[in-house]
């Protein structure tokens, strides 16, 4: 006996005339189709998950989401709206409305007007990895951890014109497939294959040179990985660290593989960035505040820059607790902490001009940290955003770091 396989198209042209009153009528149809499919809206706080009145199928019972949504669109002074269903979050009613979508930035309500609710225990453990995370862009941890919200890669769109220059993608990828086969000693041949292989720089002349330029800076950049990583690797390290904060018991946990003997040596090939100054800063706290045996307190972050050295603080776990207490509270709400501005303002001696410089997109800089969506979104209806407290958590998370380092000139 044949086997029927039906494409779920060709299964509703059979079920929707089926349970059709009238099978001729278009409206009968389209009613019968309504009955049987459920299209669901793309992300999970948009307003159709929380109308009243809406399909009960596609009722939502996040109460942080719905939240988050009637806050949103509560309307401002002078803003164009459009009446709006009833939204619920957890069966009450409320009125709400939405800014017309002709409405500029400058009119459209704010997104937070108060902290959410506290997190939950669950939230209270927290790895390594999380909060060098968190840092790296608060908002967009608290949009998409807490609240769901999937705002898509922050890079720029690759462009679609065959490149006439490298551009930082294409050498970050070439950068992460070749590092490993050169540090494994592969032959330089070898290696040129693999980075011909795949079309990340120009073709041509021109492109072939720029290619035997960067393969010598990244055969130099493995040589000196390599040097700093002789000595053989200790036995792991496991951390684990219980915070107060405000009597709640919160942890810190994370896992050492990569330890010797004069401390801790990470790379990325790239000038030193503010997210590089975290990775290696976060992680040194917590070796300071539990260490290992036979472990200099120290760690070495390589770059295409000066090394980055950071020593041995005063009172790791303190400094610790701090960056615990900021990740609670930003998980409640926006926090005005920007890396790349924060770096900006604190290694240039607290310039504010520096970090205005990092934070505002212009026609120049079109890719600021200011144009991130998330900040964009997160910080909607607030005033400008390094006028509040960006100066002083500046200064509570970059600061301890200067007083241990030992670096040159460095890129934002």
């Given at each position: 006996m044949g086997r029927w396989l039906l494409r779920r198209s060709e299964l509703l042209d059979i079920l929707i005339p089926a349970i059709a009153e009238d099978p001729s009528s278009p409206d009968s149809l389209a009613q019968a189709r309504r009955r049987l499919v459920v299209?669901?809206?793309?992300?999970p706080f948009s307003i159709e998950a929380f109308a009243i009145d809406g399909d009960s199928r596609l009722r939502s019972f996040n109460r942080e989401l719905g939240d988050a949504l009637r806050l949103s669109l509560q309307a401002v002074p002078g803003a164009a709206v459009r009446s709006q269903p009833d939204i619920d979050a957890d069966g009450g009613d409320d009125t709400s409305a939405e800014v017309d979508d002709d409405s500029t930035a400058d009119t459209l309500p704010a997104f937070f007007t108060r902290p959410l609710a506290a997190p939950g225990p669950e939230w209270?453990?927290?790895?390594?990895?999380q909060l060098v995370e968190f840092f790296r862009n608060p908002c967009r941890?608290?949009?998409?951890?807490r609240l769901g919200i999937d705002l898509g890669p922050s890079a720029a769109e690759l462009l679609d014109d065959e490149p006439f220059l490298p551009d930082w993608p294409g050498r970050t990828a070439m950068?992460?497939?070749?590092?490993?086969?050169l540090l494994a000693g592969a032959a330089p041949q070898a290696v040129r294959q693999l980075a011909q292989a795949v079309h990340?720089?120009?073709?041509?002349?021109?492109?072939?040179?720029?290619?035997?330029?960067e393969l010598e800076s990244l055969a130099g950049f493995a040589d000196t990985i390599r040097a700093q990583t002789a000595a053989p690797c200790l036995a792991p390290h496991q951390v684990r660290l219980q915070i107060d904060i405000d009597g709640q018991a919160w942890h810190l946990a994370g896992h050492f593989a990569d330890l010797r003997t004069d401390g801790l040596v990470r790379w990325r090939y790239d000038s030193l960035r503010a997210g590089d100054v975290l990775a290696a800063w976060i992680p040194h706290l917590a070796l300071c505040a539990a260490p290992a045996a036979g472990v200099k307190p120290q760690t070495l972050w390589l770059s295409l820059d000066d090394p980055l050295r950071l020593g041995s603080p005063v009172h790791p776990s303190v400094l610790l607790q701090n960056l615990v207490r900021l990740y609670r509270r930003g998980l409640c709400e926006p926090l005005e902490f920007f890396p790349k501005s924060a770096w900006a303002y604190v290694r240039n001696g607290e310039s504010f001009y520096a970090a205005s410089q990092a934070w505002t997109p212009t026609k120049n800089r079109p890719f600021a940290e200011g144009a991130d969506p998330a900040y964009r979104l997160a910080l909607r209806g607030r005033d400008d955003a390094l006028t509040g407290e960006f100066t002083e958590l500046a200064?509570?998370?970059?600061?301890?770091?200067?007083?241990?380092q030992d670096t040159g000139a460095s890129s934002p």
């Open positions: 299209e669901h809206p793309l992300q209270r453990e927290v790895s390594i990895d941890y608290l949009l998409e951890r950068a992460a497939r070749l590092l490993a086969p990340e720089w120009p073709s041509g002349a021109l492109g072939k040179q720029q290619l035997e330029r200064l509570q998370v970059f600061g301890p770091v200067l007083g241990v």
